[in-house]
């Protein structure tokens, strides 16, 4: 019963992620059409690749327990969704884990892969929406500054009221035990609370800021090889429409 809990939580948030990525990318995304098909879902999937190899490079952190690793599978993940819009995001994300699972599987009884999903949404769709909304650098920044703080509100908030206990109850391990872990890295950890202001709190922030950097440096010689072709599918695709 608390695995079919599990599953349903995890297929509503999903259509809630991907129906708020839809809304948004309806209303912001202009030049969406402008991409066939078969383009959006080739680099969507080209993304999410990277992204799920990266996902399998962990760093693990000196001020959290050992199930809280850090990765950067965001970053491709991030320059997709500024490419293509919020559902494309939505799409690699959910690409991205299961790449992760079929290379490795799971050590977190799928709760800490379900939490890197939806975790990783709160960061790039509020930087996608933001950036869309007026596409520029400077947008582009305050969207992965927004993402950061979203991501570090939301996750932390997360963490505490449904995946820590739901991963106590479905790997099996009582709480106590892991608020302990985290006692054995702070002695100021001593309750869920603590441990999600002094782990889950700087995992965030520390993850938001290291992938906007990169992000920020790397997009901008990116984007011209990704939008080499753009204007020359706009004229065909017009062609067509007036043919």
């Known amino acids: 019963m608390e695995n079919l809990k599990f599953i349903l939580v995890c297929l509503a ?3 809630g992620l991907l129906l708020v990525a839809i809304a948004f990318e309806r209303m912001l995304v202009k030049d969406r059409k402008a991409f066939s098909d078969t383009h959006y879902i080739a680099y969507t999937a080209i993304f999410a690749c990277m992204a799920g190899v990266l996902m399998l490079v962990e760093i693990p952190l000196f001020f959290a327990p050992g199930f809280y690793k850090m990765d950067l599978s965001e970053l491709p993940i991030l320059i997709c969704t500024f490419y293509l819009g919020p559902v494309a995001g939505v799409a690699a994300e959910l690409i991205k884990v299961c790449i992760k699972l079929l290379l490795k599987g799971t050590s977190t009884a799928f709760v800490g892969d379900f939490a890197n999903f939806a975790v990783g949404c709160s960061f790039v769709l509020p930087a996608s929406v933001v950036y869309h909304a007026k596409p520029s650098r ?3 920044l305050t969207g992965m500054i927004v993402g950061t703080l979203v991501m570090t509100v ?3 908030a997360f963490n505490a009221v449904y995946l ?3 991963f106590a109850v479905l790997f ?3 709480m106590e035990v892991i608020v302990g872990m985290g006692t054995k890295v702070n002695p100021a950890i001593h309750s869920v609370s603590t441990l999600v202001l002094f782990a889950v709190v700087p995992f965030n922030l520390l993850k938001g800021i290291v992938v906007s950097l990169l992000t920020f ?3 901008k010689r990116i984007s011209p090889i990704l939008h080499k072709g753009d204007e020359r599918r706009r ?4 062609d067509r429409a007036a043919a």
Do not use: E, Q, V, W
Request: net charge positive; hydrophobic share 50%; glycine share 10%.
């Open 217 to 219: 440096l790397l997009y």
């Open 164 to 166: 820590l206990p739901k």
């Open 138 to 140: 400077a947008s582009a």
């Open 154 to 156: 939301f996750g932390s």
């Open 235 to 238: 004229r065909k695709r017009a």
């Open 172 to 174: 099996g391990m009582p």
């Open 13 to 15: 948030i999903f259509a």
